[in-house]
């Protein structure tokens, strides 16, 4: 008979990681159109921690339990699912709960493993992948020839979309970072160039695109970062802005945006509809996949902690210490293993 409990990590009030805890509850059941996946390990990424904060509370109907990484084992199969079966190894973007032994997950956001990946390694795939092609492929409608951007180019969003940029699309990419070994990380994964951004990056920039500029900018910071992004820009160029970690708020020459035919957006990914992350999903799997299964894309991971020690894996995010991605075994041993 399946368990009627499980173990989980909740938040118990806003604040550092000693808010993180190991809580019994309910385990959750499949509703129409989706499944639950026994997780044998999950990626931790900058919205837990800010969702551990108080800042980023989850959308209405999602689970309140951190967790948008999740890879495991098809458990349980809810009304109106085709093509996945109780046994099927899969990786999924949840819309939260991925801190658990069991997940409820829309189908439409499951994704089968890129052969050769171990779980561990695939937990540490999804929301960082949807992230990078909503924002970089759809939002910032990156073109081939083209020249992008990437602040924070070590992030989890930051390498994703170098390798998306380079490897699907042959553009040049120019990265930032705030340590001279994380522009060589950068630089590791197909950067072009990569700058410090502690200096005087907006003329590096310049001085190495002969002073043309860009065409997209990546970008989570906002605040004062965002005209000089703008003033970054080549005609018709894009900014897609994925955070404001400087600023929500701040003051842009709309006359540059008119003149120059210029597009401010951005995004939150956590709150769209399945319908929209499965056909991210969808385009993942046919265009990332192949080059995640030959090694021309591959995922970093920092570090993989055993999920009870998940205040130690935030706390490494809060320090900012990560280059790459930090990883929850739920099941350290099966999430280690390939599945056939
Ligand atoms: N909108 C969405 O749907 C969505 C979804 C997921 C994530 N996000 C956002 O995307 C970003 C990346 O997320 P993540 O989890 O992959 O990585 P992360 O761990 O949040 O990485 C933060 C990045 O910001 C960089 N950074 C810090 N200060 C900077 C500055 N002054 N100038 C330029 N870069 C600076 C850091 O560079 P150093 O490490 O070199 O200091 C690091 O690469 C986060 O801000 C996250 O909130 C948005």
């Keep these: 008979m399946t368990a009627r409990t499980m173990r989980a990590i909740g938040i118990e009030r806003p604040g550092g990681p000693e808010v993180l805890h190991m809580v019994e509850m309910p385990r959750p059941r499949a509703g129409a159109g989706e499944v639950v996946v026994r997780v044998l390990a999950a990626g931790v990424n900058r919205p837990d921690i800010r969702q551990r904060l108080g800042l980023y509370p989850p959308p209405p109907g999602a689970s309140p339990l951190p967790g948008l990484d999740i890879a495991g084992i098809v458990d349980e199969v809810g009304p109106g699912v085709d093509g996945l079966r109780p046994g099927d190894a899969v990786c999924a973007l949840a819309n939260g709960g991925g801190y658990a032994q069991f997940c409820a997950v829309p189908a439409l956001q499951c994704m089968p493993l890129p052969r050769g990946l171990t779980f561990a390694q695939a937990a540490s795939l999804p929301e960082v992948f949807f992230t990078a092609w909503n924002n970089i492929v759809w939002l910032g409608r990156l073109a081939r020839g083209e020249t992008l951007l990437i602040q924070g180019g070590t992030s989890g969003v930051g390498l994703a979309g170098t390798q998306i940029a380079r490897r699907l699309f042959d553009v040049t990419v120019i990265a930032t970072a705030g340590a001279q070994e994380k522009c060589q990380v950068c630089l590791d994964f197909g950067a072009q160039h990569a700058i410090d951004y502690r200096g005087d990056w907006e003329a590096e920039v310049r001085r ?97 902690f055993p999920w009870e020690e998940v205040r130690a894996a935030h706390g490494l995010l809060d320090r900012n210490e990560q280059v790459g991605k930090v990883v929850l075994l739920v099941e350290p041993a099966l999430a280690a293993t390939v599945p056939a």
């Design 208 to 304: 190495v695109t002969g002073g043309e500029g860009v065409d997209v900018v990546l970008d989570a910071q906002g605040g004062d970062y965002t005209q000089k992004h703008l003033d970054l820009l080549r005609f018709d160029g894009r900014v897609v802005l994925l955070g404001s970690h400087r600023s929500a708020t701040t003051e842009v020459s709309t006359r540059a945006i008119a003149h120059r035919r210029l597009t401010l957006t951005g995004s939150t990914l956590r709150p769209r509809p399945p319908a929209y992350k499965g056909a991210i999903a969808a385009e993942l799997v046919k265009h990332v996949w192949p080059l995640l299964e030959d090694g021309r894309i591959v995922t970093r991971i920092h570090a993989a």
